[in-house]
Antibody, heavy 114, light 107 residues
C-alpha cells in the first residue's frame, strides 16, 4: 500500500489550494479515505473523510473546515483530493491522507501566510 | 463531538520500565472504536492498536491496549529506546472522528 500526497505550498490568506493523494497497492474504489492534518509543533487533527461509492460516497468534515474544504475522489485515477478554499493562517499544517488508519502518506505541507 | 483527554502530557521513564498512558473520552466511544498511534519527529503516525485492544500488524507484543466506554489505556510493558515518542489516541466510532492532544514519552 502506498499513499503519496502532493499539491502543498505557500498560499495567501483567502486563497485556495487543491491537494491530491495518489494511491496504489489496494482496491482504491472500495476504500474509505481520510485527511488528517498537523499544525507545526501541534497534535493530530481529523479533517474529514469520504466513503466508498458503494457505501454512498458521502463526506464528513470537522467543524473548523466545514463549508470551506471539499473532499472528492476519482476512482478511475486512484486519487483522493482535498479542495481547500478561503484558507486561513490556522490552516497551516502538514496534511496526510490515510486509509483504514493503518496506512498514511508522507504528508504535504500547506503554509497560509501573507 | 467526542473530546479525548490524554494524560499525562509528558511521561518521563527509563528503558526497561513499564508505561501506562491514559485516554479519557467525554462520552462513551461507540463500539470501543479507539485507536492508538505512535509518532516520531518528522514521521507520519504509526497505528499501534485499534478497536481498543487489537494490535496492528507488526506491532510488538509489549504494546497492549485496554479499556472500554470512556476510559482507555495504552500499556508498554518494557520500554525500548525506540519507544520514546509521542502517542495519540483517536476515536472513530462517531463522526467527527477526534484525536487526543498526545502524550510525550520522554527518557
Amino acid at each position: 500500500v502506498q499513499l503519496v500526497e502532493s499539491g502543498g505550498g505557500l498560499v495567501k490568506p483567502g486563497g485556495s489550494l487543491r491537494l491530491s493523494c495518489g494511491a496504489s497497492g489496494f482496491t482504491f474504489s472500495n476504500a474509505w479515505l481520510t485527511w488528517v492534518r498537523q499544525a507545526p509543533g501541534k497534535g493530530l487533527e481529523w479533517v474529514g473523510r469520504i466513503k466508498s461509492k458503494t457505501d454512498g460516497g458521502t463526506t464528513d468534515y470537522a467543524a473548523p473546515v466545514k463549508g470551506r474544504f471539499t473532499i472528492s475522489r476519482d476512482d478511475s485515477k486512484d486519487t483522493l483530493y482535498l479542495q481547500m478554499n478561503s484558507l486561513k493562517t490556522e490552516d497551516t499544517a502538514v496534511y496526510y491522507c490515510t486509509m483504514s488508519r493503518a496506512y498514511w502518506g508522507q504528508g504535504t505541507l500547506v503554509t497560509v501566510s501573507s | 463531538e467526542v473530546v479525548l483527554t490524554q494524560s499525562p502530557g509528558t511521561l518521563s521513564l527509563s528503558p526497561g520500565e513499564r508505561a501506562a498512558l491514559s485516554c479519557r473520552a467525554s462520552q462513551s466511544v461507540s463500539s470501543n472504536y479507539l485507536a492508538w498511534y505512535q509518532q516520531k519527529l518528522g514521521q507520519a503516525p504509526r497505528l499501534l492498536i485499534y478497536g481498543a485492544s487489537s494490535r496492528a500488524t507488526g506491532i510488538p507484543d509489549r504494546f497492549s491496549g485496554s479499556g472500554s466506554g470512556t476510559d482507555f489505556t495504552l500499556t508498554i510493558s518494557r520500554l525500548e529506546p525506540e519507544d520514546f515518542a509521542v502517542y495519540y489516541c483517536q476515536q472513530y466510532g462517531s463522526s467527527p472522528s477526534t484525536f487526543g492532544q498526545g502524550t510525550k514519552l520522554d527518557i
